[in-house]
């Protein structure tokens, strides 16, 4: 098959292009490398400040419109597939419509129905708009919901979700978002992740390590905040028994250098499930400190493992769990062991991108 897959989340095009051009298919990357974050792309499209980056990038956009036709498959990361204004996505994304055999859309991130479902209907006990029947009402939040409510934006993802042939959720949180409004065109594949370039480490480090990524600007909504906060109470209740180490907003390369070598990765606090940055740190055999909900486990089919020490969205419950963990080292082994087993398990890139072949042959047969 012939793929072009447009935009970046956190690698997965990227990873997912590896995949699938080991199984043979010719695969093309369009994006603007997730920003700062800088993945790699066949075809850069990343906008440059200012009003004179918009029309930069539409100039670039047009020039390269016939490397974005003939394609067996055109697969969206998000409705906002390139930096733009919603309202000039909609010409995009009928000349790919037009110009392709089939078109399918990306769950993975934020968009209308990850904002709508988790405000209206609340399919999870916790998320990053609602904490039970209570909406969270810090900045971020709030911004996201007056981005993708009643706007063109939303308008814009009701038409592709409705309009493209197949809806791919990455994780059960934007399955469950999906899945109701559209159940015979959604499917739920894993995020892929590429292993096998650095050796995993199963040992325990004394002091022990532990790692944190700190983005500013979304320090609250993703509850950063207070994973740091516990982690710091730690550090200094047990001085000498554990490491800290954090990074701020660095280029991906740079961040997993920084990641190497450390024994424990605290990753999004209001998440039901590790997404790219927890399923890379678990490959290399780090244990993660996030969303390890039983509904993870069960979408995946996993009844034997259960690697990721889950907390609730609370201070105490980041505190108690990396207590125990500083309280009791001799877990981290078998954690560690674990981590890599479930990546290997359901994770592998060349696994993953066997089940993208599967779910796009199935619909170009139709």
């Known amino acids: 098959m012939r793929i072009l897959l447009i935009g970046e989340y956190s690698n997965v095009h990227w990873t997912l292009a590896q995949g699938l051009r080991s199984l043979g298919h010719e695969v093309c990357v369009i994006s603007n490398g997730d920003f700062w974050k ?70 993975f991130g934020m968009d209308y129905y990850w904002v709508h479902e988790c405000i209206e209907h609340k399919p999870l006990r916790y998320s990053d708009f609602n904490i039970g029947k209570e909406l969270r009402i810090n900045d971020d939040a709030l911004k996201e919901r007056a981005d993708w409510l009643g706007t063109a934006k939303e308008q814009l993802n009701k038409l592709i979700a ?23 065109k959604t499917c739920f594949i894993p995020f892929p992740i590429q292993t096998g370039h650095t050796t995993p480490l199963t040992e325990t480090h004394k002091p022990l390590r532990i790692f944190i990524g700190i983005s500013k600007q979304r320090s609250s909504y993703k509850g950063t905040d207070i994973m740091l906060k516990a982690a710091e109470t730690v550090l200094a209740r047990y001085s000498g028994q554990i490491i800290l180490q954090k990074a701020n907003g660095v280029p991906f390369a740079e961040y997993q250098q920084m990641m190497n070598g450390s ?104």
């Open 38 to 107: 800088n993945y790699p792309r066949d075809i850069d499209v990343a906008r440059k400040p200012g009003k004179l980056g918009g029309i930069s990038l539409m100039l670039k956009l047009w020039s390269i419109l016939p490397k974005m036709r003939g394609y067996d498959v055109v697969q969206l990361i998000n409705p906002m597939f390139f930096e733009l204004k919603a309202e000039r996505l909609f010409w995009f994304y009928r000349y790919l419509r037009k110009h392709n055999k089939r078109v399918f859309l990306g769950a």
């Open 162 to 184: 409705n309009d493209c042939d197949g809806i791919i959720t990455g994780l059960y949180e934007y399955d469950v978002c999906y899945r109701p409004s559209f159940p015979q």
């Open 263 to 366: 024994d424990v990765l605290l990753d999004q606090l209001y998440s039901y499930t590790p997404a790219m940055n927890a399923l890379l740190a678990m490959s290399k055999g780090i244990v993660v400190v996030g969303g390890g909900e039983p509904e993870n486990y069960e979408i995946l089919g996993e009844t034997e493992l259960r690697p990721i020490v889950n907390v609730e969205p609370t201070y105490d419950s980041v505190y108690h769990e990396l207590e125990q963990l500083v309280l009791h080292p001799e877990r981290i082994a078998l954690l560690k062991q674990q981590s890599i087993e479930y990546v290997r398990r359901h994770h592998d890139y060349i696994k993953v991108a066997r089940q993208y072949e599967q779910f796009y042959s199935d619909i170009l047969c139709l």
